[in-house]
């Protein structure tokens, strides 16, 4: 155990078929590392459960309904599970190891409205995947959505989910064993009042703050929070209603599922413009745009439009994404 009383592992360690490389993280309830499975070197991030907390039950339960839950699906946008076991009289679990940042770190870099939009619908369709199997996730944020690379919004941390259905709190964490299910300033009303509630709305409530954050920069601070765009020049207002939907503080005037909220979602998106990557920072901005918001770059002359059809293109392309007519002169 390091001095600051969390677990340490070192380098080339095995825990179970996956060989440590790195501590990537810490929190109060494990110690997360990357590593390389010992056959097909395939990366995972490896959550351990630290020795202090052995005397916790309250804890290894929720520890363990952690790695079960994420061991039932198997979906794009929620992070996998490979494997769980034993390792030095403490429980571990082995899941996909993501990579890119979380989005409390994409939102402090700035996103525009098409990143906005998918990695909304990215959520929509990983909540969409949980509620029809009969969970609610129940601790929606910004710091338990993640970005790969190829920008994929992950949905990760299922500590808190627990099954809808009747007597589902049976085996997992008594409510008296933590201060509050969930995480302030993301909870639905109904979950503040009693967690064990919270429904598949309330996981839609908790995206609305989400994609309000995404918006604006920062959690609406009332419950009725003025639009988006109406308090934020750079928030596309063809947002607000999809956000006044979701954060309905009546549950039965929200989205009855997640579907809904995607599709809506879906139809916002293609009515946007389509991105380009800065030629500065690599940050996705659409075309056309006059700065890049990550790094403040002068993009006017970069864009041009289609002689044929009008569409916004990068001077630099040989065809029209449209269209399909050259553009070489």
């Given at each position: 155990?390091?001095?600051?009383?969390?677990?340490?592992?070192?380098?080339?360690?095995?825990?179970?078929?996956?060989?440590?490389?790195?501590?990537?993280?810490?929190?109060?309830?494990?110690?997360?590392?990357?590593?390389?499975?010992?056959?097909?070197?395939?990366?995972?991030?490896?959550?351990?459960?630290?020795?202090?907390?052995?005397?916790?039950?309250?804890?290894?339960?929720?520890?363990?309904?952690?790695?079960?839950?994420?061991?039932?699906?198997?979906?794009?946008?929620?992070?996998?599970?490979?494997?769980?076991?034993?390792?030095?009289?403490?429980?571990?679990?082995?899941?996909?190891?993501?990579?890119?940042?979380?989005?409390?770190?994409?939102?402090?870099?700035?996103?525009?409205?098409?990143?906005?939009?998918?990695?909304?619908?990215?959520?929509?369709?990983?909540?969409?995947?949980?509620?029809?199997?009969?969970?609610?996730?129940?601790?929606?944020?910004?710091?338990?959505?993640?970005?790969?690379?190829?920008?994929?919004?992950?949905?990760?941390?299922?500590?808190?989910?627990?099954?809808?259905?009747?007597?589902?709190?049976?085996?997992?964490?008594?409510?008296?064993?933590?201060?509050?299910?969930?995480?302030?300033?993301?909870?639905?009303?109904?979950?503040?009042?009693?967690?064990?509630?919270?429904?598949?709305?309330?996981?839609?409530?908790?995206?609305?703050?989400?994609?309000?954050?995404?918006?604006?920069?920062?959690?609406?601070?009332?419950?009725?929070?003025?639009?988006?765009g109406g308090i934020c020049p750079s928030a596309d207002p063809r947002f607000d209603r999809i956000v006044a939907k979701l954060l309905q503080s009546n549950r039965d005037k929200r989205y009855q599922s997640a579907l809904l909220a995607h599709d809506d979602l879906q139809i916002?998106?293609?009515?946007?413009?389509?991105?380009?990557?800065?030629?500065?920072?690599?940050?996705?901005?659409?075309?056309?745009?006059?700065?890049?918001?990550?790094?403040?770059?002068?993009?006017?002359?970069?864009?041009?439009?289609?002689?044929?059809?009008?569409?916004?293109?990068?001077?630099?392309?040989?065809?029209?994404?449209?269209?399909?007519?050259?553009?070489?002169?």
């Amino acid at each position: 155990m390091g001095k600051d009383g969390y677990t340490t592992i070192p380098a080339g360690t095995k825990v179970g078929n996956y060989i440590v490389e790195e501590m990537i993280g810490a929190g109060s309830m494990a110690v997360v590392f990357r590593g390389r499975h010992k056959e097909t070197g395939q990366e995972a991030a490896i959550k351990v459960f630290p020795h202090r907390l052995l005397e916790n039950q309250a804890y290894i339960v929720h520890f363990h309904n952690e790695s079960r839950t994420l061991a039932l699906f198997d979906h794009p946008n929620i992070v996998k599970h490979y494997e769980h076991g034993q390792w030095e009289g403490t429980g571990y679990y082995a899941m996909e190891y993501v990579g890119g940042p979380s989005l409390r770190e994409e939102i402090a870099k700035g996103m525009c409205s098409r990143q906005i939009v998918r990695v909304a619908r990215h959520v929509c369709a990983a909540l969409d995947c949980m509620h029809s199997m009969g969970y609610v996730h129940r601790d929606i944020k910004t710091g338990n959505i993640l970005i790969s690379a190829d920008g994929e919004a992950k949905l990760s941390d299922f500590g808190l989910a627990r099954s809808m259905r009747e007597g589902a709190e049976r085996g997992q964490p008594r409510l008296g064993a933590f201060k509050r299910i969930g995480s302030r300033g993301y909870m639905a009303p109904e979950q503040l009042m009693d967690p064990g509630c919270a429904d598949a709305r309330s996981d839609l409530y908790s995206l609305g703050l989400v994609l309000y954050e995404m918006l604006v920069g920062k959690k609406p601070e009332d419950l009725n929070p003025p639009p988006p765009g109406g308090i934020c020049p750079s928030a596309d207002p063809r947002f607000d209603r999809i956000v006044a939907k979701l954060l309905q503080s009546n549950r039965d005037k929200r989205y009855q599922s997640a579907l809904l909220a995607h599709d809506d979602l879906q139809i916002l998106e293609a009515s946007l413009e389509p991105l380009e990557l800065c030629p500065k920072c690599g940050a996705e901005v659409p075309t056309m745009i006059a700065r890049c918001r990550r790094c403040e770059k002068d993009l006017s002359g970069f864009f041009g439009k289609c002689e044929s059809c009008g569409a916004a293109v990068r001077k630099s392309a040989k065809d029209c994404a449209r269209c399909g007519k050259s553009l070489r002169k």
